[in-house]
């Protein structure tokens, strides 16, 4: 029998089903490092107006750019694949720990302050998913949200995507196979054109897309706080031949540059392996030169590194 992606009703965790639906996520968190979620508290009217100022942004400053990039690049004739490229046009946001949004160029004065509210409301969405998890974890309220804030607090930032129509998606992914490196993930994303995928059970399984959901996925240091009790996942984008192409809004709610990231000691029991523990930045910095490549060697990297407190 063929398992059904999770999605989750936030709304029954106000009601008797809230322990079905704790259980819900902690399953999703411990075999899937993905779920989906639906009457987030995020209203429709904003997910509309942000998916129209997007799908229009694109259109109108960065449409001809990706041409121009395929022209220069000869991909439509390509007849081998590519594997140091993504057919996906995108630009990024910085929320926390200051914004950015003011200094993006192109972007007209009220898509600037809907992607503000929009921020404002993931992040609240993101905190609330922390201390889900904390409950289901056996962690202290708001343990892992103080681990995220480090010093100066947590970095929150957006990859807002377009995948437009590709000639040759066996040859070229919209996104190549990744796990992410942060800490919660919220996705908002097209609800006409699938394209993400996770891997599971060695089978590449389709993330559904549904209208006005959010879906949630786990980065490296949520497997390192949990001791590997919860996994990041590796997830790719298939491009799409025909339609106008899929939009992706994915925001990354991270610890911040000087956290210390160990896995908790609740957490941690005297058969296991233990995860490392680093500074946040030092593991971003590695990321950055091998995202692309499998995680393992990863946090195997900084069990043999000496203890940062002490280099620190």
């Given amino acids: 029998m063929e398992e059904t992606f999770p999605v989750v009703n936030m709304e029954k965790l106000n009601g008797e089903e809230r322990a079905a639906t704790m259980n819900l996520i902690n399953d999703a968190c411990e075999n899937w490092g993905f779920f989906e979620i639906v009457n987030h508290g995020i209203s429709t009217e904003l997910l509309d107006r942000v998916e129209k100022m997007t799908k229009g942004h694109y259109k109108k400053c960065m449409e001809d750019r990706f041409k121009e990039m395929v022209a220069a690049k000869g991909l439509e004739a390509v007849q081998t694949e590519i594997d140091d490229l993504d057919w996906e046009s995108t630009f990024y946001l910085r929320h926390l720990p200051k914004s950015n949004i003011s200094e993006i160029p192109d972007l007209e004065h009220d898509y600037r302050e809907v992607m503000k509210e929009f921020a404002k409301e993931l992040e609240k969405l993101a905190e609330a998913i922390l201390d889900i998890l904390c409950e289901n974890l056996g962690l202290d309220k708001g343990y892992l949200k103080k681990v995220f804030y480090g010093g ?161």
Avoid at 209 to 229: K, W
């Fill in 152 to 312: 100066k607090g947590p970095t929150f930032g957006t990859k807002v995507s377009n995948y437009p129509p590709c000639p040759k998606p066996d040859l070229i992914k919209g996104l190549r196979a990744h796990t992410d490196a942060g800490g919660v993930i919220l996705l908002f994303q097209d609800d006409k054109v699938s394209g993400l995928q996770l891997l599971k059970d060695d089978k590449w399984v389709d993330v559904p897309p549904m209208h006005h959901s959010i879906v949630v996925n786990l980065g490296d240091q949520l497997e390192v706080i949990t001791n590997g009790r919860y996994k990041s996942v590796l997830h790719r984008v298939i491009a799409q031949t025909d339609g106008t192409g899929r939009m992706s809004i994915a925001s990354f709610y991270n610890p911040g540059s000087e956290a210390l990231i160990y896995p908790a000691p609740q957490l941690v029991n005297k058969e296991q392996d233990m995860y490392p523990k680093f500074v946040f930045e030092d593991y971003m910095k590695l990321y950055a030169q091998v995202k692309f490549q499998p995680k393992e060697p990863r946090f195997e990297a900084f069990k043999t590194m000496e203890d940062p407190i002490a280099t620190a």
